[in-house]
């Protein structure tokens, strides 16, 4: 008989699959020897079971957990719906990838009218039975019965004013009773049914409710955000109830076993006395933070401390733990590898290998490339003087600017239109998923670091704050106050999620810089990657900054930026418009001075690094103005200046963006076609190119000029223009008295350049695959006119996985990538080969490229750090290559 219930004893950490997270965590740390409230995991499989069942348990599946219930029963000494030694339990989901707070739990079950009287007998507490059973009620009758929760605490609100209360803990155990009664008389109205008083009813009622959970809608779009996919189904945990709210000897808490925003080695986290777990998650109450505990309960502190050692020695991670202090009795209800932000990820991975706990190589694979951008952020300009409107706690670091909105569907709705937006609400909760996916960052007035938003906005990257308990929102009237101040819903402010303050108006941000940690992670990244990463830089500010972030060169620098400065553009008109090749080489004679300068500030900056140039890709008419409005001009000018030499001057130029306009210029006159036509114009810049290598080399810096032709699909172009460009170089060489060596090389981005890949290596010193023309010319796509009207609608119906121009298209692009370094390298066996369209940054793509045989790939200069930690884990999980390349 297929096993489908396992006992907490019987399962260990190896079995997330079957037991989920929860269930595979609480079966280990039973073995290990932890305080848990002992229990059992209904599988994942039995989860898919029940689907397949047509939304049925099963006989076998009943069975077993009535097995296992006796089981429990026994080890605990108590029955469920016993009148003297009741046992309480609570249900919850749990899946194999941690989902906070996305799914269902019910706490307290096997409360009914007369199992609360052996409670309060049992604890000498009828306050508390009470209260715990009213609690059961509300959460049961939410979660399993799906009645609003708005119902119940209408209710108990109306009875505090009733009775002049100010908060829960001043109802007696008659107050209670007399609630109870009212709940139960919303059930019968609102479900109509009576409250179930068999426990075992309620327990198989809540385990399907757990099964269903799987499937609501914060659920399915929390999937979709963190891929995880839809067949992996939910386990159930059973766990025996044990009570933090049985006096000021009990208490309930959160810890991380390290500071899980800044990384330091510090227990961190918050506790509430005299609470239930629900209370520190709601953010009803602000808890106390963690130190707090060690004053109140010495003991319980030292233990906990102790615990968390273990926990870490055993998990060899940072653990996020649930605890319970019952009448002064330690029980750890679940732990988990807590998350964290980029920072922390980095601090605890380097100081788990300062401490011997894991090695260099676990640390590398602890840090997701992606998270690090985070750390590229822009952040708050430390000498700008802030005069903070409040301050709360600081619950996810990074700053943000954006306009106040007051709720999830507002922020998604600006979100899309373009808006840069912070969502301001009292507390979240997960039905407010998409309003923070399109947010810049979150700022709650209640909750600790440990609410839903400090959460979830970690796990994304976001600014966010908590608890800033000053802020008076007026969701309905949408502003928020501060003392005598007022923001409206769309005032921008700006917010510091690392102090947790919050200002009026937009402040100074500067650039980033890598902390000690980040340096050495990406040193010992260095030390195991043998895929070199350079950046694609136009300019010495770009290049200074791939420097800094570790580029081993620029693998793209597009010159046509060069053309397209303001003072320039002038001069590239005339060049344009040109009727003659004297006229042309004129002009020419003025920008090449001008694109030296650049170049020479490039190779400076690189300090001998290489250093590739592509010589002229765009079609021309990008540098004249718009047709539309031009037209509109001249016709303008011919009603009322006729005659006029700006009228004819405008005609002039008409008729020039009228000869170059093209039906399609994505495969019209551009890349190397440019250069094929108008010849000068290539010259110029490789003239440019070299007289500036001339003039740093002459200086003491060395330098290696890469030349490449873009747009190549023939072999007859490329050798044309080698042959300029080796000409040229001579004429300079010996005109500035000096020898350098330099590359020729080409860019391959279409699939009959990737084809005839062995051809065009004949002519070719290096490769570099740009994706992005690749991805259009293998597609067929346009990418402006895919991305703006259709490729939406291609991924949402799973036509298309992604969209290939962000994650690169491995079965076809990749398959051109593969076919082009095959056949290249059939004729040249030491071909440098790279990649430097938009893929060259992204983790997937890399690790194919790594996998392809790729020398290196290129992306901007703020992925650098993070290509470099992908490039080494590409290096672990497929092996090192045979052959050593250079790579800084
Ligand atoms: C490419 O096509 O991948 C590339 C890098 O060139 P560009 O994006 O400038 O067309
Ligand atoms: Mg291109």
Redesign the pocket.
């Known amino acids: 008989m297929k096993k489908f219930i396992y006992l907490f004893n019987e399962g260990n950490s190896d079995m997330r699959e079957v037991l989920g997270g929860k269930g595979a965590n609480l079966a280990e740390m039973t073995n290990i020897g932890l305080p848990v409230p002992y229990g059992f995991t209904i599988s994942t499989e039995a989860c898919n079971h029940y689907y397949e069942s047509g939304k049925n348990i099963s006989g076998i599946v009943e069975q077993q957990i009535l097995a296992a219930l006796n089981t429990l029963e026994e080890k605990t000494g108590k029955r469920l719906g016993d009148i003297e030694h009741p046992l309480l339990v609570s249900v919850r989901s749990g899946s194999v990838f941690s989902m906070p707070g996305m799914m269902d739990t019910v706490l307290n079950l096997g409360m009914n009218d007369k199992t609360v009287q052996a409670v309060a007998k049992l604890t000498n507490n009828e306050r508390f039975a009470y209260d715990s059973y009213r609690r059961f009620i509300q959460m049961f009758s939410n979660v399993v019965l799906g009645l609003d929760i708005f119902y119940f605490e209408q209710l108990l609100d109306e009875f505090r004013e009733k009775k002049g209360y100010k908060a829960d803990p001043e109802l007696t155990a008659d107050d209670w009773k007399e609630v109870i009664e009212r709940y139960k008389l919303i059930v019968k109205r609102q479900a109509r049914m009576e409250f179930p008083q068999n426990p075992q009813e309620q327990l198989f009622l809540a385990i399907r409710a757990v099964f269903d959970s799987w499937n609501n809608n914060r659920a399915i779009v929390y999937r979709r955000i963190h891929k995880i996919p839809d067949h992996l189904g939910t386990a159930v945990n059973v766990q025996s109830m044990v009570f933090g709210n049985m006096g000021d000897d009990s208490g309930t808490g959160v810890a991380f076993t390290r500071n899980p925003s800044t990384g330091e080695h510090q227990l961190y986290g918050e506790y509430l006395i005299n609470a239930q777990g629900e209370d520190v998650v709601a953010g009803i109450r602000t808890p106390e933070p963690i130190h707090v505990l060690e004053k109140d309960m010495p003991n319980v502190y030292k233990k906990l401390v102790a615990t968390c050692q273990l926990l870490e020695q055993h998990y060899k991670d940072m653990q996020d733990i649930e605890f319970t202090v019952e009448r002064g009795e330690l029980f750890i209800l679940q732990t988990r590898n807590g998350k964290r932000t980029a920072q922390a990820a980095i601090r605890i991975a380097v100081d788990l290998v300062k401490e011997g706990i894991i090695d260099k190589e676990t640390a590398l694979l602890r840090v997701d490339p992606e998270q690090l951008d985070q750390l590229l952020h822009w952040r708050i300009d430390h000498m700008f003087k802030r005069e903070p409107l409040t301050k709360g706690l600081p619950a996810s670091p990074g700053a943000a600017t954006g306009v106040v909105v007051f709720d999830a569907d507002e922020a998604e709705k600006l979100g899309k239109e373009g808006s840069k937006v912070i969502l301001v609400r009292p507390e979240t909760t997960p039905d407010d998923i998409h309003g923070i996916v399109a947010s810049q960052a979150i700022v709650t007035s209640r909750g600790g670091m440990t609410s839903h938003a400090a959460v979830v906005a970690r796990g994304m990257g976001k600014a966010c704050i908590c608890g800033c308990e000053k802020l008076n929102i007026d969701v309905k009237n949408k502003r928020f106050t501060v003392g005598d101040t007022v923001v409206n819903y769309g005032e921008t402010i700006t917010i510091d999620g690392s102090t947790g303050e919050i200002m009026l108006g937009e402040i100074p941000m500067i650039e980033p810089k890598l902390s000690e940690e980040f340096k050495e992670l990406l040193s010992w990244a260095d030390e195991v990657r043998d895929l070199g990463v350079r950046a694609?830089a136009d300019n010495p500010t770009d290049a200074q900054k791939a420097f800094e972030f570790g580029a081993g060169g620029i693998g793209?620098c597009?010159t046509e930026h060069m053309f397209m400065d303001p003072q320039r553009v002038p001069i590239v008109q005339k060049m344009i418009l040109a009727e003659t090749f004297e006229e042309r080489k004129t002009a020419l004679k003025e920008l090449l001075p001008m694109q030296q300068g650049d170049f020479e500030g490039i190779f400076e900056e690189m300090q001998g690094l290489p250093v590739t140039i592509?010589l002229l890709?765009p079609p021309m008419h990008e540098f004249l103005p718009d047709k539309e409005e031009l037209l509109v001009e001249v016709t303008r000018l011919q009603l009322t200046e006729k005659g006029s030499p700006e009228l004819e001057e405008k005609e002039l130029l008409l008729k020039k963006v009228q000869q170059l306009a093209e039906v399609n210029p994505m495969l019209g006159h551009r890349g190397c076609r440019l250069g094929v036509v108008f010849p000068e114009i290539y010259e110029m810049q490789v003239r440019a190119i070299f007289y500036a290598a001339a003039n740093v080399l002459k200086r003491g810096t060395a330098v290696k000029p890469e030349i490449m032709i873009?747009l190549v699909g023939h072999i007859n172009e490329l050798q044309r223009m080698r042959r300029l460009v080796v000409e040229t170089a001579q004429q300079v060489m010996r005109e500035a008295e000096v020898e350098f060596d330099y590359l020729v090389g080409t860019?391959i981005?279409v699939p009959r350049a990737a084809l005839t890949a062995d051809q065009i290596a004949e002519q070719a010193d290096f490769f570099s695959?740009?994706?992005?023309?690749?991805t259009q010319t293998t597609f067929g796509f346009s990418r402006d006119d895919a991305e703006g009207k259709f490729l939406q609608t291609y991924i949402e119906q799973k036509l298309l996985p992604d969209n290939p121009f962000a994650v690169l298209d491995r079965d076809g692009v990749g398959k051109l990538i593969e076919t082009g370094v095959k056949l290249g390298r059939s004729t040249k066996s030491n071909l440098k080969t790279g990649i430097?369209?938009?893929h060259g940054g992204e983790k997937s793509a890399i690790e194919f490229c790594y996998m392809t045989g790729l020398d290196y790939v290129s992306c901007s200069p703020y992925r650098v750090p993070l290509a470099r930690l992908a490039a080494a884990l590409a290096t672990i999980r497929h092996g090192k290559k045979k052959v050593e390349i250079s790579s800084r």
């Open positions: 694609n793209l597009r592509r890709d873009p860019m981005e695959f740009g994706t992005n023309d690749l430097c369209g938009e």
